[in-house]
């Protein structure tokens, strides 16, 4: 069993839906987070949850909606997309604070039509 | 603020040959952490290294190694006889503290192509 699992692997909905990502972390990391990672454009953070608590929100729209219902989940609902949000969206956990090394999932591919 | 910059977009090789990886990163801390990571077709970000900015010796496992050098502000990845499986997109980050957690930055990423 990996480390961080996501699911679904793959989605596709339209504007006007509202489905769900899942996250889920085996390794008893204290850590979760969120991250988006578009064609030709770095990784980027989303929303950050350290002891169930979100620390960061960077500036991402309300469409995209984080819960964090204890320290080993983590979903990332998602409501009235826009196709420039079609992205691979990655969860990964961490357990040592500052210079801790991130574990990744494999991420969900969405597609907004 | 933080900036990782990856300059090769992408990279072919012939299988055995050696490449470097190239990662320029600029800072205002003087503690920061750097990571390189291996993002298979798979989709995973597999963690390959971590190093310090106090930790300035170069590291090598196996046919990969890192020459991290503060002076130039650059942290760069050899693969020695490279591999048809080393064919992967590689990311250079850079770390930010984060009140209990790890904000990571990361570079445009370098594929690697390695031809048989």
């Known amino acids: 069993e990996t480390g961080v699992t996501q699911t679904p692997r793959h989605l596709v909905m339209g504007m006007t839906n509202k489905k769900s990502l899942k996250c889920e972390q085996h390794l008893g990391h204290n850590a979760m987070y969120w991250y988006k990672q578009s064609a030709k454009k770095p990784l980027e953070l989303m929303f950050v949850?350290?002891?169930?608590?979100?620390?960061e929100n960077n500036s991402v729209p309300s469409r995209f909606s984080p819960e964090c219902p204890n320290s080993s989940h983590l979903f990332l609902h998602l409501h009235t997309l826009q196709p420039e949000d079609s992205a691979l969206y990655l969860c990964a956990s961490s357990q040592e604070g500052f210079g801790g090394k991130l574990f990744f999932g494999s991420g969900t591919q969405l597609s907004v039509l | 603020a933080q900036k990782v910059t990856q300059a090769q977009t992408e990279i072919s090789v012939v299988e055995k040959e050696d490449v470097t990886l190239d990662c320029v990163y600029e800072?205002?801390?003087?503690?920061?952490?750097l990571f390189w990571y291996k993002q298979p077709p798979s989709g995973e970000l597999v963690f390959l290294i971590r190093?310090?900015?106090?930790?300035?010796q170069n590291e090598i496992s196996g046919r990969y190694s890192w020459n991290f050098q503060k002076s130039t502000s650059s942290f760069n990845f050899t693969i020695t006889a490279s591999q048809v499986v080393d064919s992967a997109v590689y990311f250079c980050?850079?770390?930010?503290?984060?009140?209990?957690?790890?904000?990571?930055?990361f570079g445009t990423g370098t594929r690697l192509t390695v031809i048989p």
């Open positions: 949850y350290s002891l169930e608590e979100r620390v």
């Open positions: 980050a850079l770390s930010e503290p984060l009140r209990g957690a790890n904000n990571l930055f």
């Open positions: 190093r310090n900015s106090f930790d300035e």
């Open positions: 800072t205002r801390d003087t503690t920061y952490y």
